[in-house]
Nanobody
């Protein structure tokens, strides 16, 4: 069974840092783009950052310069280093990946809560 499992969320004070991890497991031929999304209460889910298999990256304007996405292809894992966190970063963070299994299917993780206190 193919799945994405996230870890690393929690409660942090404004200005602090957290690192999220998301590991893909199962019968995977390869993984295409991997990304992080977030959804705050009462808001739509939004893209935070995305990284291609060749490690090209793209970020939401609101997190540029504060968040860094990276991936370890050997471990089928994507990371999100979050620095200088703000209360408005509070949300459930979801990992997503397009995986070749062998069809190309987009998978989502279960979500991890990030809460930034002021």
């Amino acid at each position: 069974q193919v799945q994405l499992v996230e870890s690393g969320g929690g409660l942090v004070q404004a200005g602090g840092s957290l690192r999220l991890s998301c590991a893909a497991s199962g019968s995977i031929f390869s993984i295409k783009p991997m990304g992080w999304y977030r959804q705050a209460p009462g808001k739509q889910r939004e893209l935070v950052a995305i990284i291609t298999s060749g490690c090209s990256t793209n970020y939401a304007d609101s997190v540029k310069g504060r968040f860094t996405i990276s991936r370890d292809n050997a471990k089928n894992t994507v990371y999100l280093q979050m620095n200088s966190l703000k209360p408005e970063d509070t949300a459930v963070y979801y990992c997503s990946a397009e995986m070749v299994v062998p069809d190309v299917i987009r998978y989502w993780g279960q979500g991890t809560q990030v809460t930034v206190s002021s």
